[in-house]
């Protein structure tokens, strides 16, 4: 190890002594490891190794960065509250920034919302989310109601709660038997549609399995959950917005609650502020983070509305109360952060500059529709993505062992870009400050990491 290696120094001192999420921490070690990046520092849409070598974020830093690191706008704000209040206790206590956030938030999601309850990051908001439609129908004397219908390839977080409505083996398979059961219905991702059928086509005949599951179990079902347009981690499956029209419908036909996981999808990543936006509807939980504090502090919220606030308001002995709570429930810093992050949308036009980001992205990707292990070039505002395959035609995917998608991340590092794929699928998530010049590196840097992963 040279001495003149930071990022050796600081990688041996981690891999003696951290344990790193999603990850398997041998691919560290042996002959041909895996880097193990140390960033010092990060600037808009760049991060910076401890060498100084620069890498362009194309993930948004798990999907949270949305105005750039280290944006001076969003710190000053964190800067400030950190002199006056830095927490508090927020049972029998309150302060201004998550009172302000509460109402901004309620002005600026799609109509019908009524209270925020705050908790930590997403899979905590779906937590949340589950606990209170459940206690709900518990509340209003629905004691059957003891179930959730999610959709096959969903991905909602990793406690137990939350990984119980995922359907993503590589998270569930293992900790299947501590899970409770939901009842998986068929998803509308339009990867799967027939040869000729629109998307819009394929996405509302799906919409006759969830009428069957729910003919079948509502009566023992709380709520249908699900991720609007994009299912993400699930490998950037995506869906028609008519597809949660019908599904409001369907839900007020048998009586269930509508849970929307906006967690990655929120905040202009489809194109419009909220996913739901798009459907003209609005879910009877709304669950946001990632984005919310533009990737700066862990904060999520769960939207609902007064019928659900309602169901909760009793006699104290009555035990109708939702006790959930967590340490650092409302932090303050947390709240300023999505303060200012909010105050950057309503002063900058941000959905116009993405729609020309993402027509950029769109014009550049178009020619790999052509390329013979690209299946499917996908876009849904700033999320695009390319699913690569053996076999084109028949969609059969590469042997997973082969981690092809791996290739593809190892050559973007090289070349300074941070790839992430899903598996085999390389997708593109990048903050809403990047640059057209940055978008075609981005781009460029992942079809040479595609052509060394298929050949
Ligand atoms: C990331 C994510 C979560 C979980 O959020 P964490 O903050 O990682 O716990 C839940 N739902 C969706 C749709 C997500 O993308």
């Not at 050796?8 to 921490?25: G, I, K």
């Not at 974020?57 to 750039?68: K, L, M, P, Q």
């Not at 002063?347 to 690209?374: C, F, G, M, Q, Y």
Request: include cysteine.
């Amino acid at each position: 190890m040279s001495p003149h290696d930071a990022n050796a120094r600081l990688r041996a001192r981690d891999l003696a002594a951290v344990w790193h999420p999603c990850t398997q921490m041998r691919d560290h070690a042996g002959p041909d490891p895996l880097p193990m990046t140390p960033i010092v520092r990060g600037e808009g849409a760049w991060l910076v190794d401890a060498n100084g070598k620069r890498y362009l974020d194309a993930v948004s830093s798990w999907w949270t960065n949305i105005f750039g690191h280290a944006n001076p706008r969003i710190g000053a704000a964190v800067k400030d509250q950190l002199d006056t209040l830095e927490h508090v206790i927020f049972a029998g206590f309150t302060h201004e920034p998550a009172i302000e956030l509460a109402e901004k938030l309620l002005r600026i999601a799609p109509a019908g919302f009524a209270r925020v309850f705050f908790a930590d990051n997403g899979s905590s908001a779906v937590e949340v989310a589950l606990k209170m439609s459940f206690h709900y129908w518990r509340n209003v004397g629905k004691t059957g109601k003891t179930r959730f219908i999610a959709l096959t390839g969903s991905y909602h977080g990793e406690t137990l709660g939350a990984l119980s409505v995922t359907d993503v083996p590589l998270y569930r398979a293992t900790y299947a038997p501590l899970l409770h059961e939901p009842i998986f219905v068929a998803s509308p991702d339009c990867f799967e549609r027939a040869p000729g059928e629109s998307w819009r086509e394929h996405s509302l005949r799906k919409l006759e399995d969830m009428r069957a599951a729910l003919e079948h179990h509502a009566h023992e079902v709380c709520a249908v959950i699900v991720e609007p347009l994009v299912q993400c981690a699930g490998g950037m499956r995506m869906y028609d917005p008519a597809y949660l029209a019908g599904l409001r419908k369907l839900c007020d036909e048998f009586g269930v609650h509508l849970i929307a996981d906006e967690i990655a999808v929120g905040f202009a990543r489809t194109g419009t502020l909220f996913a739901c936006e798009q459907a003209g509807i609005a879910p009877d939980f709304l669950c946001l983070s990632k984005g919310l504090t533009g990737g700066f502090m862990p904060l999520s919220a769960v939207l609902t509305t007064s019928d659900v606030y309602a169901a909760f308001w009793a006699e104290y002995n009555a035990g109708k109360a939702f006790l959930h709570s967590h340490s650092y429930t409302g932090n303050p810093l947390a709240c300023r952060a999505a303060l200012a992050t909010l105050a950057i949308f309503r002063d900058e036009p941000v959905l116009e500059r993405n729609r020309e980001l993402a027509a950029h992205i769109a014009r550049r990707l178009a020619p790999l529709a052509d390329h013979p292990h690209v299946a499917d070039v996908r876009q849904t505002g700033m999320i695009a993505a390319l699913e690569l395959v053996r076999d084109k035609a028949a969609h059969v995917p590469f042997a997973s062992a082969e981690r092809r998608g791996l290739r593809v991340y190892r050559h973007g590092l090289e070349r300074g870009v941070l790839l992430r794929p899903l598996g085999d699928v390389v997708y593109f998530m990048p903050p809403y400050v990047i640059a057209p010049d940055e978008i075609d590196l981005m781009i460029d840097v992942a079809i040479e990491g595609i052509e060394r992963a298929v050949n």
